[in-house]
């Protein structure tokens, strides 16, 4: 029997290049790599710590239903749900929670990062610790409890491996000590979920190397429906310095050395050095040039693939998706209901 792995995406708005290099073209590729027992849900139970808009919230939802199809989610091969249509999620964070020391949550790192977001800092700006504890206090409950429901999502599925970045790991780790903690009070009964730490490339934004791309700044963001005319604007106008030096991992150099990351991603020249070698003598408007064209080209089958989605294929994907996910959930959440003593 294959190891089950499983992760999902917000539908928090639109999917930039980031999104596809950090996730979507891993989960693919785990996929077809035949090891596993595939997973890949849209987490819109998450999404609502941002308290979104209700139509906006179910207009993402289905796009994104549309994305993973259009990357290469394939419904035979992987298990593709939406989060909120298995409520044996809810469930078990709901069991979880009591298990959770509060003081835990206060310290994950992505908690503060949040925190200090509503501060609305400009950069380098100083704050005091009493400003931070008011936004803590004003922060959302689901918002720092986020850590439970990403445990419960993954052990709910017996899921033994979790395909992650280094930014979340800590939340992985915290998972893998509330299983602990829940098998030692109530025997073994989760797997203690494992990373899988994949290969991504750290896209920055192009109209700030030094910011992580992000949809919070979308001049600086290549998402993946952008027009062709789109995506040769954003990358002609991409902040670089005031040399013409194609080189990478030079300091004061971020700006070009992000674009060849991206340029070393889309292309799939793994070889930064030879990338570098074939610009040489050449300037950063030539360079621009190439990679908006590598770009649009990266972009285009995922573009006509989405078109040709109809809302009914997207519906009977993820309704076939979420019986299969429901069934393992149901065992499961009936198992710990059994352990805990809410079942005789």
């Known amino acids: 029997m294959k190891p089950r792995l499983i992760s999902g995406i917000q539908p928090s708005g639109k999917l930039h290049i980031g999104n596809y290099l950090g996730a979507l073209k891993n989960f693919v590729e785990l996929q077809n790599s035949g090891k596993y027992e595939c997973f890949f849900f ?14 906006n919230l179910l207009k993402n939802t289905a796009d994104l239903v549309k994305t993973f199809l259009a990357v290469g989610l394939n419904p035979k091969k992987s298990i593709i749900f939406i989060q909120s249509q298995v409520p044996a999620h809810y469930e078990l ?34 704050f005091s610790k009493n400003d931070f504890e008011k936004a803590v206090e004003g922060s959302n409950f ?6 439970v429901l990403m445990t419960a999502d993954i052990v709910l599925y017996d899921a033994k491996f979790v395909p992650v ?17 829940f098998n030692s009070k109530y025997g073994k009964t989760f797997i203690e979920p494992q990373p ?12 700030d190397p030094k910011k992580k791309m992000s949809k919070s700044r979308p001049a600086g963001c290549l998402f993946l429906d952008d027009s062709p005319t789109i995506i040769r604007k954003k990358i002609m106008s991409a902040v670089t310095d005031s040399g013409n030096e194609i080189k990478a991992e030079i300091e004061g150099k971020e700006g070009i050395g992000n674009l ?22 050449k300037g950063y408007g030539e360079f621009k040039r190439d990679l908006a064209e590598i770009a649009v080209e990266a972009l285009a089958p995922f573009q006509v693939s989405k078109k ?29 209901k059994k352990k805990i003593g809410l079942v005789f």
């Open 165 to 181: 970045g280094d930014d979340q790991l800590q939340h992985l780790e915290l998972a893998r000590a509330l299983v602990r903690k």
């Open 42 to 55: 849209i987490a819109d139970l998450h999404a609502l710590t941002e308290n979104p808009d209700p139509k």
């Open 260 to 281: 060849i990351l991206l340029y070393s991603a889309l292309s799939g020249e793994k070889n930064i050095a030879l990338i570098e070698k074939r610009y040489k003598g």
């Open 93 to 126: 964070y709901q069991i979880l929670a009591p298990l959770m020391p509060v003081s835990e949550l206060m310290r994950m790192t992505a908690f503060k990062e949040k925190v200090l977001q509503t501060l609305k800092l400009k950069e380098g700006q100083l």
């Open 142 to 147: 689901g918002l720092a409890a986020y850590p």
């Open 308 to 336: 040709k989605i109809t809302s009914v294929q997207a519906k009977k994907a993820i309704e076939a998706g979420g019986k299969k996910a429901s069934a393992v959930a149901s065992k499961k959440i009936l198992e710990v």
């Open 196 to 207: 899988l730490i994949t290969e991504a490339s750290r896209i920055m934004s192009l109209d």
